[in-house]
């Protein structure tokens, strides 16, 4: 993994890593990056952090042999809002990609087994930051689940996925909320 102290060759400074870092990674509001954000909790909660991000991988996070895949929702965004934002998130089946073969699956599936929903649970501009881990509000459901409930939807309301009634974590209870998913229900693993 890179450190941030590496340096850019030929660039005639002291411009390094840790520079474009901050440039382009600054805005944790930023939809994109907040989704990255929360991979990055996920992993960090289970201890899985000891290899770079892959970009391309069927599902987010591999832990005890459990695909997971992370999405992201928040109230406030990086743009000017004149009310809160509506929490939806993204469950559509889509096709998997081998980096292997090159090829995407020719038919479209959830591929992770469990889902952990990631919240940035703070609705006002001020006082909203995404590294205070008491704003943010996991939600953690079985694949299986979502399949069997809402089977061809492409996306879930905060209210939808409580209907479904997942297990609802704060950071500190992320870990043992996952192992507690893949230990109680039938995952097809």
Not at 81 to 99: H, L
Request: negative net charge; hydrophobic residues 35%.
């Amino acid at each position: 993994m890179k450190t941030g102290e590496e340096a850019f060759l030929n660039s005639g400074n002291d411009l390094r890593l840790l520079k474009f870092w901050q440039w382009a990674y600054s805005d944790l509001l930023n939809n994109t990056t907040r989704g990255i954000l929360a991979e990055f909790l996920v992993q960090s909660a289970l201890t899985t952090t000891s290899k770079p991000r892959a970009e391309w991988d069927r599902f987010d996070v591999l832990y005890r042999g459990v695909g997971i895949e992370v999405k992201s929702s928040a109230y406030i965004q990086s743009w000017a809002q004149e009310q809160a934002s509506k929490i939806i998130f993204d469950i559509a089946p889509k096709k998997s990609y081998s980096s292997e073969s090159r090829k995407y699956s020719t038919e479209a599936s959830r591929q992770a087994d469990i889902y952990v929903f990631s919240l940035l649970d703070w609705q006002e501009i001020e006082g909203c930051n995404p590294l205070d881990l008491n704003q943010w509000t996991f939600f953690i459901l079985s694949t299986k689940t979502i399949n069997s409930e809402r089977h061809a939807q492409k996306s879930l309301s905060l209210s939808s996925l409580r209907d479904l009634k997942p297990i609802e974590a704060k950071y500190p209870s992320l870990k043992s909320s996952i192992d507690t998913i893949i230990d109680t229900h039938d995952q097809a693993v």
